[in-house]
């Protein structure tokens, strides 16, 4: 590998879209900030020298998000050979501004402006050839969507990458500000070339006042002086405060430049459309509404109309299998041990979860709908007012929605918030979240004690999770995570027809990821749970489960759950096993039932549990601490072990008080 490209720009500008098209790779496409959390990277097609990474979506190169502080390390530590700067033609003003800040850093470049596809339909248009001379930079027009000028850009990047050809130096400050940055660069010009940090980027930072490139470049006291100085006059001198005079020089070059290249008579179609959505969308009064009229639909679609049936037909296929398997198994002559490892043990675990897997494919095609039509962004604008009751802001809402997937892309997400008072309180919370992997559970209880309602319950459920979310929020809110969310600003971006190649992506990789629990975390615990069931502590093959190992083990927690409507170690076991994942709380039940059919299974749980005790079983699964994956996302993120004990501990106990009030009050009620 001799070449290492950047894909830096604003967030939904098409980075993504490029990367796909460029490495051929399936990145998964979203409308929504944030997607781009981490930075990814790919081989470019038919240039296998060529190393692409996707950065995450900035907007400027001050560090005041982590996905800010990801992308100027990689391209200050790095150094990559390239950079592609990907603009939204549609919106080159605003695009413009880290393309300017981009230039300072003395690395090739090349413009990527994509979206032109919109810019024509809509009868506007851009001068390309103007926009590159005027900035110094090769602009190609692209539509990465639409699979036009890739090519092209290609060229341009690989003659570019090769000439080494830096950004022309434009020296684009005036007045003012060009004497602070000029005489701060002479100041730091030894220092920046010994770190080797571009010195025009370093003296406009110093200008900023950033910590880290202080820190960085080793600057002394007596230089901080010096510079606080400068920067003194300079706002004295304009009547400003350093942050501004900055964006002001830079917006009114930008100015300047848009002013000869882009023509614009109109709003984009899109952006036109988008504005007539968004009246009823985000609706002063109706936008609340309409969003939880639409979460209710997904539900009922996803459990009930369509899952439900998808489910009967997979659960079919998979207990012919089994039948099969078994009978094979049986003529082949093999010791009953064995058969009953196979059958009860692997074929019962791994089988009671996959048959989960329509309900999963089907939550996650609407969860990818919401994200890549450009729904999911509006959510968090019109749930901001009522999030700030509870001490966060609309931003948090994004990783809570995406919780209802996974916690662990959720609590990632949460690298999006700006605020780590935000950021923690979040993660925190996010795992009350229902997400798929509870499904399972929730399918199989409601299957025997409430068929006919499965839907309603499983909706309840969920919005106990919001409900518990809400409450537990106003509690930190006056207690550990005092003080004020930050104001809310994201863009929203224009409503897109999602693109179905990237729905139909996005599903197929939450189905393998499922699967590929399904065959590992799950077949491995249903195994252990086989034995441990089967063998006393002296290795004897036990006639009845309840003498075994496990039991002995179950039997030691079950009293903590009595009060909950359940003291029965077979409970408490599956409890024990779901924090591996949570779908094992289902493949364990089913292997210490030992059933062999749905209606076996039924009657078995009947004896396990009364209904208001399943449900009260199925609450403390929804609210307790989350898997291990979840819980190591949640200790990385917190970047403390003992903070993520002391989480998972808050979730168990406040899982734990829900429980018991629905139990204790349901037994008043009936
Ligand atoms: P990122 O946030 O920068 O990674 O942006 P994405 O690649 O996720 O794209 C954001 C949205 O813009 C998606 O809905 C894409 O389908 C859409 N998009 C990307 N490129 C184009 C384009 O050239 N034309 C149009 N019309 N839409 C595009
Ligand atoms: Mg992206």
Not at 489 to 501: D, F, G
Request: charged share 15%; net charge negative.
């Amino acid at each position: 590998m001799s070449l290492i490209f950047a894909l830096a720009g604003n967030q939904n500008s098409g980075k993504t879209t490029l990367f796909n098209k460029l490495t051929g790779s399936n990145q998964h496409v979203g409308n929504f900030p944030g997607v781009t959390i981490e930075k990814k990277e790919g081989i470019i097609k038919n240039h296998k020298e060529a190393l692409l990474v996707d950065l995450p979506g900035i907007y400027s190169l001050s560090p005041y998000t982590m996905e800010e502080v990801v992308t100027r390390d990689f391209i200050l530590k790095e150094k990559p050979d390239l950079i592609i700067n990907i603009i939204d033609a549609t919106n080159i003003e605003r695009n413009l501004y880290l393309t300017l800040q981009l230039m300072e850093l003395s690395i090739p470049m090349v413009i990527a402006l994509n979206m032109m596809d919109e810019v024509i339909a809509s009868g506007n248009s851009v001068d390309v050839i103007k926009l590159s001379n005027n900035l110094g930079i090769p602009v190609v027009p692209i539509s990465a969507s639409k699979n036009q000028g890739i090519s092209e850009l290609m060229d341009v990047i690989m003659k570019t990458a090769y000439e080494k050809r830096q950004p022309r130096k434009l020296d684009f400050c005036t007045g003012e500000v060009h004497k602070a940055i000029h005489s701060i660069s002479h100041l730091i010009e030894d220092q920046a070339k010994k770190v080797a940090y571009p010195l025009r980027f370093a003296a406009t930072k110093l200008v900023e006042g950033d910590e880290i490139t202080i820190k960085e470049l080793n600057i002394s006291e007596n230089q901080l002086h010096i510079i606080n100085h400068v920067v003194e006059d300079m706002e004295n001198a304009l009547g400003t405060d350093k942050e501004a005079a900055l964006a002001d020089m830079r917006y009114s070059y930008i100015e300047k430049i848009c002013a000869e290249a882009v023509v614009k008579h109109q709003e984009t179609l899109e952006q036109i459309r988008s504005e007539k959505v968004d009246k009823i969308l985000t609706h002063k009064y109706f936008g609340i509404p309409i969003f939880f009229g639409i979460m209710f639909l997904i539900f009922w679609i996803t459990f009930g109309a369509v899952g439900a049936p998808l489910q009967e037909i997979f659960e079919e296929g998979i207990a012919v299998i089994t039948e099969l398997v078994s009978s094979l198994i049986i003529d082949a002559g093999v010791s009953e041990v064995i058969h009953s490892l196979v059958i009860d043990g692997i074929f019962a675990g791994v089988g009671s979860v996959l048959s989960f897997l329509p309900l999963i494919v089907i939550l996650f095609f609407f969860l990818s709908l919401l994200e890549d039509s450009g729904y999911m962004a509006r959510v968090a604008f019109v749930m901001d007012k009522a999030l700030r009751k509870i001490g966060l802001s609309g931003r948090s809402f994004v990783p809570m929605l995406i919780g209802f997937g996974c916690s662990v892309p959720a609590i990632m997400a949460t690298r999006t918030l700006s605020s780590e008072r935000d950021r923690k309180m979040t993660i925190v919370l996010t795992p009350f979240m229902s997400c798929s992997a509870k499904l399972p559970i929730y399918g199989m209880i409601t299957m025997a004690f409430f068929p006919n309602n499965a839907a309603i319950i499983m909706i309840t459920l969920y919005f106990i999770g919001i409900l518990v979310a809400i409450l537990s929020g106003l509690l930190l809110k006056s207690t550990v995570f005092k003080g004020n969310p930050v104001p809310f600003v994201m863009e929203l971006p224009a409503y897109r027809i999602p693109s179905a190649t990237s729905v139909v992506m996005h599903m197929y990789d939450k189905a393998m990821d499922f699967v590929k629990k399904a065959f590992t975390i799950i077949f491995i615990a249903s195994i252990a749970i086989w034995f441990l069931q089967s063998f006393d502590w002296s290795f004897n093959l036990v006639d009845d489960s309840a003498k075994s190992v496990l039991a002995s083990i179950g039997s030691l927690i079950a009293p903590i759950f009595k009060p909950l409507g359940f003291n029965d170690w077979r409970a408490s076991t599956a409890l024990i096993t779901g924090l591996t994942a949570k779908e094992a709380v289902v493949s364990t039940l089913t292997v210490l039932t030992g059933a062999v059919s749905d209606v076996e299974l039924s009657l078995i749980l009947n004896g396990i549990f009364t209904p208001l005790s399943s449900y009260a079983f199925l609450v403390f699964t929804l609210l307790y601490m989350p898997c291990i994956a979840a819980f190591a996302a949640t200790k990385r993120e917190l970047g403390s072990f003992k903070y993520a004990i002391i989480t998972a501990v808050y979730q168990t106990v406040t899982a734990y008080i829900v429980a018991l009030v629905v139990y204790q009050i349901g037994t008043i009620i009936i």
